[in-house]
C-alpha cells in the first residue's frame, strides 16, 4: 500500500486506498490556519498584479529587515526561502556526505532531503504516548554524526518539548562539534510566545528553520526563512539558485508579518476549538496527543489497527493525515489540523458515528 508521503493534495489518498471520493470533503491533513490568510492581504492582491511584471529582489531586503528587527537578530543571520522545503533542501546540501540523527517522528521531508545530499540517517525515535525528549539515551549518540534535526513544536504530534531539554541537546551539540537544527515552522501557534532564535547569538552549531506559510494560511506562495550564524547562512546561499522566491511571496510575507491581529485571533480560535475536542475525544474513549499547537493526533483506544477509522473517516468526507510514513507512529495514529468551529462540529459527528458502531 502506497500512500501519499504528505497532507494535502486529498485526491491522491482515496486513490491509493481506492475510495470513491465524496462529493464533499473537509481537508484535515493540512496544518493551515482555518481563519485563512491576513485580510489585508486579500484586499491588497489586485493591487500586486503589476510585480508579475517585475523581477524580485533576490536579497528579500524589505522583508528580512522586516524579521531583523521582530527576532532581534542582525540581517546577516537570515536567509529567506521557497519555502521550508526549500530550506530544508538547502541544509541538507550543507550538511552533504555527512551522517545525520533525525529525531523521530518527524517531518518526512528532512530524511528525503539529507539522502539525496548523500547523508548517512539515522533515528533517535521518541518514547510514544509523550513524546519526551529524554537526554540520557540520545546523547551518546552524538559522538557518531555531524548534525542533529528536531522538529518543536512537534510535527505531526504537536508536542512542544521541554525547552531546559532542547537547551540541553543544543548544548551538548555544541560540544560534540554536532550542528543543531530545529524546525520552529509551528512556534507562532504557541499560546506563550517562545523561540530558540535568540540562541543563536551564543550558539554557532544552531540552524532555525521557518515557515510563513502555515499560520499566515499562504502555502501556494511559497515561504519561509532560515536563522543561523553568517559563515553557515554565506555558506548556505551559495546552493540557492536566484530569485528562488518570487515577489508576490516576499509582497505577502511582509503584509502577513506586520499582522499581530490576525496571530492573536488565531491563537484564540485554535485554543477554544482543541479544547473542546480534546474533551470530546477523552470522553469517548479516544486518545489524543497532548498538542499545544493546531494539530494533533489521535486513536482509538478500542482498536490496535486504524486503518478501518481512516478508511470509514475518508468515506464520509473527513480527511485525516495517515501515520504510515513517520517512523515511531508506524501508521497507528491519525492527524487531524485544528479547523473552523465548524468543521471541527462535522469531524465529531463522524467520530460519534464510527463509535456508536465500534
Same mark, same amino acid.
Given at each position: /500500500?502506497? &500512500?501519499?508521503?504528505?497532507?494535502?493534495? %486529498?485526491?491522491?489518498?482515496?486513490?491509493?486506498?481506492?475510495?470513491?471520493?465524496?462529493?464533499?470533503?473537509?481537508?484535515?491533513?493540512?496544518?493551515?490556519?482555518?481563519?485563512?490568510? +491576513?485580510?489585508?492581504?486579500?484586499? !491588497?492582491?489586485?493591487?500586486?498584479?503589476?510585480?508579475?511584471?517585475?523581477?524580485?529582489?533576490?536579497?528579500?531586503? /524589505?522583508?528580512?529587515?522586516?524579521?531583523?528587527?521582530?527576532?532581534? &537578530?542582525?540581517?546577516?543571520?537570515?536567509?529567506?526561502?521557497?519555502?521550508?522545503?526549500?530550506?530544508?533542501?538547502?541544509?541538507?546540501?550543507?550538511?552533504?556526505?555527512?551522517?545525520?540523527?533525525?529525531?523521530?517522528?518527524?517531518?518526512?521531508?528532512?530524511? #528525503?532531503?539529507? /539522502?539525496?545530499?548523500?547523508?548517512?540517517?539515522?533515528?533517535?525515535?521518541?518514547?510514544?504516548?509523550?513524546?519526551?525528549? !529524554?537526554?540520557?539515551?540520545?546523547?551518546?549518540?552524538?559522538?557518531?554524526?555531524?548534525? =542533529?534535526?528536531?522538529?518543536?513544536?512537534?510535527?505531526?504530534?504537536?508536542?512542544?518539548?521541554?525547552?531546559?531539554?532542547?537547551?540541553?541537546?543544543?548544548?551538548?551539540?555544541?560540544?560534540?562539534?554536532?550542528?543543531?537544527?530545529?524546525?520552529?515552522?509551528?512556534?507562532?501557534?504557541?499560546?506563550?510566545?517562545?523561540?530558540?532564535?535568540?540562541?543563536?547569538?551564543?550558539?554557532?552549531?544552531?540552524?532555525?528553520?521557518? @515557515?510563513?506559510?502555515? /499560520?499566515?494560511?499562504? +502555502?501556494?506562495?511559497?515561504?519561509?526563512?532560515?536563522?543561523?550564524?553568517?559563515?553557515?547562512?554565506? #555558506?548556505?546561499?551559495?546552493?540557492? +539558485?536566484?530569485? @528562488?522566491?518570487?515577489?508576490? $511571496?516576499?509582497? $505577502?510575507?511582509?503584509? @502577513?508579518? *506586520?499582522?499581530?491581529?490576525?496571530?492573536?485571533?488565531?491563537?484564540?480560535?485554535?485554543? #477554544?476549538?482543541?479544547? *473542546?475536542?480534546?474533551?470530546?475525544?477523552?470522553?469517548?474513549?479516544?486518545? =489524543?496527543?497532548?498538542?499545544?499547537?493546531?494539530?494533533?493526533?489521535? !486513536?482509538?483506544? *478500542?482498536?490496535?489497527?486504524?486503518? %478501518?477509522?481512516?478508511?470509514?473517516?475518508?468515506?464520509?468526507?473527513?480527511?485525516?493525515?495517515?501515520?504510515?510514513?513517520?517512523?515511531?507512529?508506524?501508521?497507528?495514529?491519525?492527524?487531524?489540523?485544528?479547523?473552523?468551529?465548524?468543521?471541527?462540529?462535522?469531524?465529531?459527528?463522524?467520530?460519534?458515528?464510527?463509535?456508536?458502531?465500534?
Amino acid at each position: /500500500m502506497l &500512500l501519499p508521503s504528505h497532507g494535502s493534495n %486529498p485526491h491522491y489518498l482515496y486513490q491509493s486506498l481506492q475510495i470513491t471520493q465524496p462529493e464533499k470533503i473537509i481537508d484535515f491533513s493540512a496544518n493551515i490556519n482555518p481563519l485563512g490568510p +491576513p485580510p489585508e492581504l486579500k484586499e !491588497r492582491w489586485p493591487d500586486f498584479f503589476d510585480l508579475v511584471n517585475e523581477y524580485p529582489d533576490p536579497r528579500a531586503g /524589505m522583508l528580512v529587515n522586516l524579521i531583523s528587527k521582530s527576532e532581534e &537578530l542582525p540581517e546577516d543571520r537570515i536567509l529567506v526561502g521557497n519555502g521550508g522545503a526549500e530550506l530544508i533542501t538547502l541544509v541538507a546540501r550543507f550538511l552533504s556526505g555527512r551522517k545525520v540523527l533525525i529525531i523521530q517522528p518527524a517531518f518526512s521531508e528532512y530524511e #528525503q532531503a539529507c /539522502m539525496s545530499s548523500g547523508c548517512r540517517v539515522t533515528y533517535h525515535i521518541l518514547e510514544e504516548g509523550d513524546w519526551e525528549l !529524554r537526554l540520557e539515551p540520545l546523547v551518546p549518540l552524538l559522538e557518531q554524526v555531524d548534525a =542533529v534535526f528536531i522538529c518543536t513544536p512537534n510535527n505531526p504530534t504537536g508536542v512542544a518539548f521541554k525547552e531546559q531539554s532542547v537547551l540541553k541537546l543544543i548544548k551538548a551539540c555544541q560540544k560534540h562539534g554536532v550542528f543543531t537544527i530545529i524546525d520552529e515552522a509551528f512556534h507562532d501557534f504557541l499560546e506563550r510566545d517562545f523561540s530558540y532564535a535568540s540562541y543563536i547569538k551564543d550558539y554557532s552549531n544552531l540552524l532555525i528553520l521557518r @515557515s510563513l506559510t502555515k /499560520m499566515y494560511a499562504i +502555502p501556494g506562495l511559497r515561504l519561509g526563512y532560515l536563522l543561523a550564524n553568517p559563515e553557515i547562512i554565506s #555558506q548556505i546561499k551559495r546552493y540557492r +539558485p536566484h530569485w @528562488s522566491v518570487n515577489s508576490l $511571496a516576499l509582497m $505577502a510575507g511582509e503584509i @502577513s508579518l *506586520k499582522d499581530k491581529v490576525h496571530v492573536e485571533k488565531t491563537k484564540n480560535l485554535i485554543r #477554544q476549538q482543541r479544547y *473542546k475536542l480534546n474533551g470530546f475525544y477523552k470522553n469517548n474513549n479516544f486518545i =489524543v496527543s497532548d498538542s499545544q499547537v493546531n494539530f494533533y493526533l489521535v !486513536r482509538d483506544s *478500542k482498536k490496535s489497527d486504524q486503518l %478501518p477509522l481512516l478508511r470509514f473517516l475518508l468515506q464520509n468526507g473527513i480527511v485525516p493525515r495517515h501515520t504510515f510514513n513517520f517512523p515511531g507512529l508506524d501508521g497507528k495514529w491519525l492527524r487531524f489540523a485544528v479547523k473552523s468551529e465548524r468543521d471541527n462540529e462535522r469531524l465529531v459527528e463522524v467520530f460519534r458515528q464510527w463509535r456508536n458502531h465500534h
